[in-house]
């Protein structure tokens, strides 16, 4: 059975594939996991000195898996504290993988192979540097499943600010790509067919740096441009773990199992 996510190095660039690709890189708990694990083996690979973040097959990140989401629904089973428990420490979680990805010393190049929506967005923008094709368009739909993007929106205002991240994650806006290399979320929009080499290019240029400088580079503008960023997240996943108890949650993802649109009181 093949990895969920998969690892590869050229130096001095390692490569980290969202390897879901019949179900569009969904985020399962199991690729969080699989993602910390390449995170930490590209931090204590020496050879690399920027990693590049793509996705398998023609998407690059749907997002959370809502259908193992839909499994933990709904919230009034035999052990409801218990369920309230493990959503807290899901989001926990998720939040724990965007402080992996922002914290790492060597550059991260996010390689938009093709469409990207909720959690994966947050993925992009956890990312220093984000390369883009035509079919990459973006997306936050949580609050159309009765969700909360917890990391996401917060993310997306560090980097573009809040009104790129209210059309998003509020107005429920879809961007083309265009869109988002306008508002500044792709930094750059290269042909399909060339994607892939302009990354490892944009890796090799990040290599050329010292790694001691580049890492303390971003270690810096962590402690600085982005430290309320951190407490936003931590407050991004209580939201979210928060979403998950309600009603409309439950509604949300119902429908979204069903194939139906949802119904809000």
């Known amino acids: 059975m093949p990895n969920l996510v998969e690892v590869k190095v050229t130096p001095p660039v390692g490569t980290i594939i969202l390897n879901r690709p019949d179900y569009a890189n ?37 997002g959370r898996d809502l259908a193992e989401m839909a499994a933990e629904h709904p ?7 218990s369920q309230q428990q493990g959503w ?13 990805v922002l914290h790492l010393s060597k550059p991260v190049i996010a390689v938009v192979n093709g469409p990207v929506g909720g959690f994966g967005v947050a993925l992009v923008m956890a990312s220093d540097l984000v390369l883009a094709c035509e079919a990459a368009e973006l997306s936050v739909p949580d609050a159309r499943y009765g969700l909360v993007a917890g990391l996401t929106a917060p993310l997306l205002a560090y980097r573009v600010g809040p009104s790129a991240a209210a ?65 936003d997240l931590a407050s991004g996943a209580i939201a979210m773990a928060t979403a998950r108890t ?9 429908a979204f199992i069903e194939g139906r649109q949802a119904e809000w009181e």
Do not use: N
């Open 88 to 100: 807290g420490d899901t989001a926990d979680e998720l939040c724990d993988l965007i402080g992996d």
């Open 167 to 231: 059309r998003l994650a509020i107005v429920g806006q879809t961007f083309t790509s265009a869109e988002a290399h306008r508002v500044g979320i792709y930094h750059e929009l290269v042909s399909h067919d060339l994607l892939w080499a302009r990354g490892m290019e944009v890796g090799s240029q990040v290599a050329a740096c010292a790694p001691q400088a580049v890492g303390l580079s971003k270690r810096l503008l962590m402690e600085t441009a982005g430290e309320k960023l951190l407490t």
């Open 26 to 62: 969904a985020v399962s708990m199991a690729v969080v996991a699989e993602l910390r694990q390449a995170i930490s083996d590209l931090y204590q690979e020496k050879r690399v000195r920027a990693a590049i973040l793509t996705g398998a097959g023609s998407a690059f990140c749907a």
């Open 75 to 81: 919230a009034d089973g035999p052990d409801v504290a």
């Open 246 to 254: 309600t009603d409309s949650a439950s509604e949300g993802l119902q």
